[in-house]
């Protein structure tokens, strides 16, 4: 069954934790990407990696962090030092052509 | 600031009618774009792509493009109650040297009424 899958589908967290996203994708595809999506507003671009063990920075990269050991694999963390934590969080990947497609997303709150 | 910009709404359709919803961009060299449709709580699923001027249909949406106006439109014909939802449109902006970032419009919330 193919396709991008992101875990926990809900995730609830005190206040100071660090919070791990994670997000895998058996679609071969070489790009993934971290959007986070708040009420009312648009998708922003957090981190992307365009290939295995590169990422670069998006328009709101601080308080998270991420990795790309493996092509498959983009897992998020969520810092204590993001201010505004709370959100829906979405994975996207990109193959040859220009479409992202879209994981199911994991919405996190922070109490 | 480049950015994408679409109407809020909410757009309100009979059932069987047209809905229009349209979308401008800032870039005039941008030459990807997209259309995706996000329900309540899910997360946006990408229904068009459009590359080049004019008009591409795919079942009953059709997406019209113009980049002379930096404008690009997505129809929906015989809207169904289904189709409710909002509509993101996704713009590939240029970002610099051979960059370009997909960037997203706030979306369009669509209730297509029975």
């Known amino acids: 069954d193919g396709g991008i899958t992101q875990s926990p589908k809900y995730l609830f967290r005190k206040e100071g934790q660090n919070v791990t996203l994670s997000c895998e994708q058996n679609?071969?595809?070489?790009?993934m990407y971290w959007y986070r999506q708040d009420p009312g507003q648009g998708l922003r671009l957090i981190y992307y990696?365009?290939?295995?063990?590169?990422?670069q920075k998006g328009d709101i990269a601080e308080g998270y962090s991420v990795s790309r050991e493996k092509k498959e694999s983009f897992p998020l963390t969520v810092t204590s030092a993001q201010k505004n934590p709370t959100a829906f969080y979405l994975c996207?990947?990109?193959?040859?052509?220009?479409?992202?497609?879209f994981g199911p997303g994991t919405r996190l709150t922070v109490t | 600031q480049k950015e994408v910009e679409q109407n809020s709404g909410p757009l309100s359709v009979p059932e069987g009618a047209i809905a229009s919803l349209n979308c401008t961009y800032s870039?005039?060299?941008?030459?990807?774009f997209f259309w995706y449709r996000q329900y309540s709580g899910k997360s946006p699923e990408l229904i068009m792509s459009?590359?080049?001027?004019g008009d591409k249909e795919d079942g009953r949406f059709t997406a019209q493009l113009n980049k002379a106006s930096q404008y690009v439109s997505l129809l929906i014909r015989d809207s169904q109650p289904s189709d409710s939802a909002t509509y993101l449109c996704?713009?590939?902006?240029?970002?610099?040297?051979?960059?370009?970032?997909?960037?997203f419009g706030k979306g369009t919330l669509l209730t297509v009424n029975p």
């Open positions: 679609l071969n595809h070489d790009a």
């Open positions: 459009i590359y080049s001027n």
């Open positions: 870039d005039r060299v941008s030459q990807s």
């Open positions: 990696s365009q290939i295995v063990n590169d990422f």
């Open positions: 996207a990947t990109k193959g040859l052509t220009y479409e992202q497609y």
């Open positions: 996704a713009v590939n902006l240029y970002s610099g040297g051979s960059n370009y970032k997909l960037t």
